[in-house]
């Protein structure tokens, strides 16, 4: 109880937002953390931090990625402007 005391306190806090999976042991969770030290901070202190298997994908957000996206097709598209310049 105490491990799931802290993540719906987490939740409450706004810095993550989740569940457990219905009718299993397990749970998804997505955490705000300003870095890969911060969330490993916020796991190790919930007793179950070294009984449990912790999978982390860290996301980008879609503003990010539009971002990043945008860059790309552009950087993609200058070899065409000067091909066409030579030609």
């Known amino acids: 109880l105490p491990s799931l005391e802290g993540m719906a306190q987490l939740e409450k806090s706004g810095k993550a937002r989740g569940g457990v ?6 749970g998804v ?10 969330l ?3 796991l190790r ?3 179950i931090w070294g009984l449990l298997k912790w999978e982390i994908t860290p996301l980008d957000s879609y503003q990010t990625r539009l971002e990043k996206d945008r860059q790309l097709v552009a950087h993609m598209k200058e070899p065409q402007k000067k091909s066409k310049k030579n030609q």
């Open 21 to 26: 999976l219905t009718g299993a042991r397990a």
């Open 29 to 38: 969770m997505i955490v705000d953390a300003n870095s890969h030290e911060e």
């Open 40 to 42: 490993t901070d916020i």
């Open 45 to 47: 202190e919930w007793p």
